[in-house]
């Protein structure tokens, strides 16, 4: 007998700078959502830099990183995990063109469970 397995946990990590949308992590496909089990952001740059995660066109967080350094780190308890909408890609807005790194625990869900 196979038992299922659980959905295998992901990371991603990365440095984006571009003012406005970074795509963190990619849309999963229809009927599908990302859960997002740490969430980790740090301002690289010298300059003030207001950081919006957003799950596709919606914001969910938001953090002003006025200093290099300055940022969020975020887990999530099981069960209370950031839960994106269908087909939403997880996404970092930008208030400048700032270098902002950034690490992801996730994994990909059916959506409704």
Known sequence: MTLPVANPQLTATGTVAASGDNTLIAAPGAGKRLIVSALI??????????????????????CLAQEPGDGLALHFAPQRELQLGPNAAL???????????????????????
């Open 41 to 62: 952001l740090q301002n690289e740059s010298a300059v003030a830099t207001t950081m919006i995660v957003k799950g596709g066109a919606t914001a969910v967080l938001r």
């Open 91 to 113: 996404l970092l807005n930008l208030s400048g063109a700032n270098a902002h790194g950034y690490s992801v625990i996730y994994h990909v869900d059916a959506v409704g469970y």
